[in-house]
């Protein structure tokens, strides 16, 4: 869920009638049909999904660094673990709170996530509002019984905006979408079309281009890999895809590779952003008598392509490619 969040575009709301205040949250249809939507519009949906999954889920609003403002979801384990969650990048935070009467030379947690301050949490069955002596995130403690620490909004209040009747003027939210893309045959496609990018760069380099179609093999588990990391956050199969690389590259040659995803499929674009790194034009533009290349492209699908789809169709915003780039072996 986190992932597939994180794969819509954030665009902050444009500024009506010359102001300054950005606000302008959208419903969750709306903000799946535009595709994009600013941090309170990733928030509210994944807020929705945790819920739905059966986790204690809120919708945060607070700020981060230099005070702009922010919102992100918390969750609460049933042994009391607090996680935050950036629906932006899809990251996971423990929160432990830092103890302000505890003594100077006290061992204190290091906070490791962005938010600065909390004002208030909600769901769609609470509203609670954060009355501690500090909004300091690092200093909270999320105990929403305790009514010295937050106070709950009415349950007439709530009814008044939450209850089944009180929107009726709302259209009802579709199920998503499934994905329609084939992912074998777009990474097959854009594999293709890197292939010739590269071929035809290094043509213009005066250089020749030697495929290695067993090199590109070995790089589709390092590919799922890094997928499976991000969605999780828990990395695997590391050691076994070194150990296939040393295998494969010949002794008194080296092996350098350029990892990168995007957020579509156009291929001149994506190499365009590839060789912007001093690194991969390096190895793009690798010379001498052994040089071997390989590239290899995986495209992971998640729902609503649809309508990413429909806002521009030469952009996917919800496929993920991961292309390592082409892979030198050389002497």
């Not at 969650?85 to 505890?102: G, I, K, Q």
């Not at 009415?154 to 008044?160: C, F, N, V």
């Not at 089944?164 to 998503?176: E, R, Y």
């Amino acid at each position: 869920a986190a992932r597939f969040v994180s794969l819509l575009a954030h665009q902050r709301p444009p500024v009506v009638g010359g102001g300054t205040k950005q606000e302008q949250w959208c419903t969750l249809l709306a903000f799946l049909c535009r595709g994009k939507g600013d941090c309170e519009d990733h928030a509210a949906l994944l807020c929705s999904l945790l819920l739905g999954f059966g986790l204690d889920a809120y919708m945060c609003v607070g700020t981060k660094a230099k005070g702009v403002s922010h919102a992100w979801v918390l969750t609460r384990g049933t042994d009391g673990t607090i996680t935050f969650w950036e629906s932006l990048t899809a990251h996971r935070y423990l929160h432990r709170a830092v103890d302000p009467d505890a003594p100077p030379l006290a061992l204190q947690p290091k906070p490791s996530y962005p938010y600065r301050t909390v004002g208030c949490v909600f769901n769609h069955q609470s509203f609670l509002a954060n009355c501690q002596p500090s909004d300091a995130v690092e200093l909270c403690a999320f105990d929403f019984q305790n009514p010295s620490r937050w106070k709950a909004m009415s349950e007439e209040a709530l009814k008044s905006v939450c209850a089944p009747a009180s929107n009726t003027s709302l259209p009802p939210l579709p199920p998503l979408c499934a994905p329609s893309v084939d992912p074998a045959a777009a990474s097959n496609q854009l594999e293709l079309e890197m292939r010739y990018l590269v071929s035809e760069h290094r043509k213009d380099l005066d250089l020749a281009t030697v495929w290695d179609d067993h090199l590109s093999y070995l790089l589709s588990s390092a590919l799922s890999a890094y997928e499976t990391e991000r969605c999780t956050g828990v990395s695997c199969g590391n050691e076994e895809f070194q150990d296939a690389v040393r295998r494969a590259v010949p002794d008194g040659h080296t092996f350098k590779g350029f990892p990168i995803h995007f957020l579509h499929r156009n291929a001149r674009r994506a190499f365009a952003t590839c060789l912007r790194s001093p690194f991969c034009e390096e190895i793009v533009s690798c010379r001498g008598d052994h040089v071997r290349l390989a590239v290899r492209v995986r495209v992971f699908v998640y729902p609503e392509n649809a309508c990413a789809r429909l806002e521009d169709p030469q952009k996917v915003k919800n496929v993920v490619v991961l292309t390592p780039g082409p892979q030198s072996a050389q002497l």
